[in-house]
């Protein structure tokens, strides 16, 4: 008699699941896999014991492990068991989408899993809504637009999208941003969605590509991926969303996994920003003066709106751009903060003047509820701001608007409260969670006070298969030649990691007249996953990236080198502006750790089996040379040759 006839092993009344669990883990990572070609690694089998006992225990778990160690087989092993076990479905966050286009592609670890144990697992991705095609915004460019990447993604559109009196039951999924690869990245944004789309009161809400999509992986039974900004978004709206009668966009999860763990910090963060876009409180309160309304709240809304004119033309005037980001640090002058004191005391006011006008009748009860709703929002969210040392803000523009950002400082008791509180078993899964097996810095930051952990190293012979050769920078009139003459003396077959788009752009620019005997793929040229299976697929492509640090999965002779042009090192913007103003030594708590751990990342892309081999090119000026070397080369695999 078994107790889950869907899990790949049985359990007898009398039997302990946790207790069958371990035997089948032992046989898949002994027997199973070994016979289908996989190797036995120590390792690998330590990490599954150490999960065993936080699934187990409902406990949260640091469960580092170098490249190579097999670790998503074991977090993918346990977590498809236990939500079978549970009936709820396991979720797996990462830290951007590329990431979770790793774990599904063709060939993928998912797929390999499905292979060698002969199951069928039931897996569905979850995308922030960025991922989708607005089609409102799409329907309204196409036919103002001679773009033909636009109007392609409008002529695939589905039929039925724009035929209201189709049935739901032909509807079909479709707009996900991995469906239109041609579509370059500053394109996308101009028909995706965005914050400032009204979804809740829009006439293609039910027809739309997010929708669609969004009840799809519901009903997911092993696993829904998504990435780390979804899931926090998820978090933090949950509540919100059950009172206004929609379902949380994540259902509840047996246990979650944070791939890439190390960088949930930022999500939750993000999750929790405010975003107050100009033409936004502009449509809403336009939207409140077109109701019967009486004469006071007139007056007010037009006070509003003009004192909120003058504040966006201040801090526009205030606004610097910083190199490596899109983000335009800002100074909080006593101008800015009065003015924002003036327009949160108004704001105030007619949100006390909307309950008098609801009581009138005149307006219908769901506009009320958005108009307050969004009041709310943009009240809480200069509070925030006007509190001393509690909100780091920035203004971030486009062609067609300004937006000012506001995030709180600190998001740790939030996380306590609302994530780790919750009583399943958390796992976090990355080669670099810790500071020298130290989890207490990461822990600290995401507000987890209890915790288990555990560390294992890459099994590759680094020695053999790989050397690093450390270069001094002069100038950019230098680098690039010579960054030039290795490509060309490899053959391709590399990967060009830059710490801005600033830097890939000047890259690009001293490059554009010279003639390559192989493709040169820049990062945001193309969807990215279809820019990633190009460099696989192309055995000679060089692949210029600023964002692929992490979770670029590229074995065999597609890559073998690695060529760093800059360390890695935070930008000098709002957010990490912030983290230094509140560290006793900067350079020590927030510069350095960020650098080293993204340098590792980095390295980290070279060598993904036992068969690859290759080189790594760090670039450097003299002055880091003379400040870093030395911690540098405490964490590269083998050491650094100096040229």
């Not at 509807?171 to 394109?187: H, I, L």
């Not at 006007?386 to 300004?402: M, N, P, Q, V, Y």
Request: charged residues 25%; proline residues 3%; hydrophobic residues 35%.
């Amino acid at each position: 008699m078994t107790r889950n006839n869907s899990l790949p092993f049985t359990v007898a009344k009398t039997e302990n699941f946790f207790d069958r669990l371990g035997d089948y883990v032992g046989d898949v990572f002994y027997d199973i896999l070994p016979e289908k070609g996989y190797e036995l690694r120590d390792e690998q089998i330590y990490m599954a014991f150490q999960l065993e006992q936080a699934f187990k225990n409902k406990r949260t778990i640091f469960a580092e492990a170098g490249v190579g160690t097999g670790k998503t087989f074991v977090y993918l092993l346990y977590a498809i068991c236990y939500a079978r076990y549970k009936g709820k479905p396991a979720i797996i966050t990462c830290a951007d989408e590329t990431l979770i286009e790793q774990l599904v592609k063709k060939g993928g670890d998912i797929e390999k899993l499905e292979e060698a144990l002969a199951l069928n697992i039931n897996v569905r991705l979850a995308k922030s809504r960025e991922q989708y095609v607005c089609v409102k915004k799409l329907d309204q460019l196409a036919n103002q637009t001679d773009d033909k990447s636009i109007l392609q993604v409008h002529d695939q559109i589905p039929d039925f999208v724009f035929d209201t009196s189709a049935s739901m039951k032909s509807f079909e999924r479709y707009g996900d941003r991995k469906e239109y690869p041609w579509v370059t990245n500053d394109t996308w944004e101009k028909i995706a969605w965005d914050p400032l789309q009204q979804c809740s009161t829009c006439d293609w809400r039910h027809r739309s590509g997010q929708t669609l999509n969004r009840d799809y992986y519901r009903h997911a039974s092993d696993i829904i991926i998504c990435s780390h900004d979804f899931y926090m978004e998820h978090v933090w709206t949950k509540e919100s969303r059950k009172r206004e009668g929609q379902l949380p966009l994540l259902p509840e999860a047996s246990s979650v996994v944070f791939d890439e763990g190390h960088l949930l910090e930022f999500a939750a963060q993000k999750g929790l920003t405010y975003r107050f876009n100009y033409e936004a409180l502009n449509k809403v309160l336009t939207g409140y003066m077109g109701q019967d309304v009486r004469e006071e709240s007139l007056f007010l809304i037009e006070d509003i709106l003009m004192l909120h004119e003058d504040w966006f033309k201040v801090l526009e005037g205030n606004a610097a751009k910083v190199e490596g980001s899109n983000r335009l640090e800002i100074s909080l002058t006593e101008n800015i903060k009065e003015i924002a004191e003036r327009l949160y005391n108004q704001v105030q006011q007619l949100l006390e003047q909307l309950v008098f006008d609801a009581e009138l009748f005149t307006i219908e009860e769901y506009h009320i509820k958005i108009i307050e709703e969004y009041l709310e929002f943009f009240s809480y969210g200069l509070s925030i701001l006007l509190k001393d040392d509690e909100g780091i803000f920035w203004l971030e523009e486009d062609d067609t608007a300004s937006t000012l950002v506001i995030m709180p400082r600190l998001v740790e008791d939030v996380l306590e409260k609302e994530v780790f509180s919750q009583g399943l078993p958390f796992v976090f899964s990355s080669a670099t969670l810790s500071r020298g097996r130290d989890f207490s810095y990461l822990a600290g930051s995401l507000g987890i006070d209890s915790y288990d952990s555990c560390s294992v190293a890459s099994p590759f012979d680094y020695e053999n298969q790989m050397k690093i050769y450390g270069h001094i920078e002069s100038s950019s009139h230098e680098k690039w030649p010579y960054i030039s003459k290795q490509l060309l003396d490899n053959q391709g077959k590399a990967l060009v990691l830059f710490s801005s788009t600033e830097e890939m752009n000047s890259f690009r620019e001293w490059v554009m007249d010279q003639s390559w005997p192989f493709t040169m793929l820049y990062e945001g040229d193309q969807e990215i996953s279809k820019t990633v299976k190009d460099f696989q697929t192309d055995q000679s492509a060089v692949l210029c990236s600023y964002n692929l640090w992490e979770g670029l999965d590229v074995p065999g002779e597609a890559l073998t080198k690695v060529i760093i042009s800059a360390l890695p090192f935070p930008p000098k913007d709002p957010v990490f502006q912030a983290k230094r103003k509140h560290a006793e030594e900067p350079e020590q708590e927030v510069d350095m750790p960020y650098m080293v751990l993204r340098l590792r990342q980095g390295i980290g892309r070279l060598i993904r089996t036992n068969e690859d081999y290759g080189t790594i090119h760090i670039w450097m000026t003299a002055e880091e040379r003379k400040m870093y070397q030395q911690t540098i080369e405490g964490v590269l695999p083998v050491t650094m040759e100096l040229i």
